[in-house]
């Protein structure tokens, strides 16, 4: 099902069509929920922080993690107290949590663990943002910026600077879920009570062609493998002579982008195995995995480490064009001014 709605979102055909009624209900209710914000019925909060929201509009992975690690770096590069929120898809339970570099990735997200390891920012989870950045100024009062890790549509916490993440898709179809990739219309309409405006969005682009006005990225993966020890060594020594035949796994948005990134670096693969989005690997049938080295992203790791041991994952490099965060630092510079 998965894969058919990903082909049908592309184009325009019968299953796309079939699903339009749907996707108008769909469309309806949206509207209704941005309307309660802009006349008040539902409340928006701010922070006393500078917020930035780095999401998509587009269901399914875009690039949007590797932003918020990039654009976090840069903020701690030019001296900023940086914290991140997010709400921490497929955890086990839906408590207001700060991640700490031992955290089970159950209590607190694949996403947010590997944000926390990669930039050693203090971060929060919670189904509320609002609730997780208030609780991250409590421990840590003297965050200046706050960056939320999803939550385009999340209107309760009130945002100074948004970045709406597009892969090679763009707009897919153009219709909305679930006949068609989009949460919610694109161009969208903006809710200007929680802090949306045209000039305080930015659009990157991750791959794929750029639109005018929008900044790029480019995304390649590692050339080296980590393992669960934390040991490295090029990812070209997987398939030296003598060595386990390689299958690689995963559990994100669109595992066939991840194998054709493998394959592009020269690896070869014995078998792929495509799963759910944030996939539980304590489900999973690995005692049919023994005979392979298995290989994963960043994001898979912590939790197929559990257990399969001898795993190994390779990061995702992903390279910002600077005018994006020069665009950033001017609206930071405005909002100080």
């Given at each position: ?9 592309a ?7 079939l ?13 209704l929920r ?9 409340p ?16 399914g ?9 990039g ?81 385009l ?12 993440v ?20 694109w ?5 200007a ?35 669960s020890?934390?040991n ?5 020594a ?7 035949p ?8 669109r ?12 690896l ?10 944030h ?24 939790k ?22 020069d ?11």
């Amino acid at each position: 099902m998965r894969a058919a709605l990903l082909q049908a979102w592309a184009g325009k055909g019968p299953l796309a069509r079939l699903l339009l009624p749907v996707a108008s209900l769909y469309g309806l209710l949206a509207a209704l929920r941005r309307q309660l914000f802009r006349g008040g019925w539902l409340p928006i909060q701010r922070v006393d922080a500078f917020v930035i929201v780095v999401g998509n509009v587009v269901a399914g992975g875009a690039g949007k993690t590797p932003t918020v690690i990039g654009l976090v770096k840069h903020l701690q590069a030019q001296g900023h107290k940086v914290g991140v929120v997010s709400r921490g898809h497929g955890r086990d339970n839906q408590s207001c949590l700060e991640v700490n570099a031992h955290a089970r990735v159950e209590e607190v997200g694949d996403e947010p663990l590997l944000i926390h390891r990669a930039t050693g920012a203090p971060v929060w989870v919670g189904r509320d943002r609002w609730r997780a950045a208030h609780a991250l100024l409590a421990h840590r009062p003297d965050t200046r910026v706050i960056v939320c890790d999803d939550g385009l549509q999340h209107y309760r916490l009130w945002r100074d600077l948004e970045i709406c993440v597009f892969d090679d898709r763009g707009r897919g179809n153009g219709w909305l879920l679930p006949a068609g990739p989009l949460r919610e219309p694109w161009p969208r309409r903006a809710v200007a009570a929680a802090g949306q405006s045209h000039d305080r969005l930015l659009v990157l682009q991750t791959a794929g062609q750029v639109p005018v006005g929008a900044f790029s990225a480019f995304r390649c993966l590692s050339n080296v493998v980590l393992d669960s020890q934390g040991n490295t060594k090029p990812l070209s020594a997987l398939n030296a002579p003598g060595r386990a035949p390689v299958m690689a796994v995963a559990g994100i948005a669109r595992p066939e982008v991840f194998f054709a990134m493998l394959r592009q670096t020269g690896l070869v693969l014995e078998q792929t195995l495509a799963l759910p989005d944030h996939f539980d690997f304590r489900e999973a049938p690995t005692a049919s995995w023994s005979p392979f080295q298995l290989i994963c992203t960043e994001k898979d790791a912590a939790k197929l480490w559990q257990v399969v041991p001898s795993a190994v994952s390779v990061g995702l490099e992903q390279t910002i064009e600077s005018a994006l965060f020069d665009a950033v630092d001017r609206q930071l510079a405005a909002h100080a001014a």
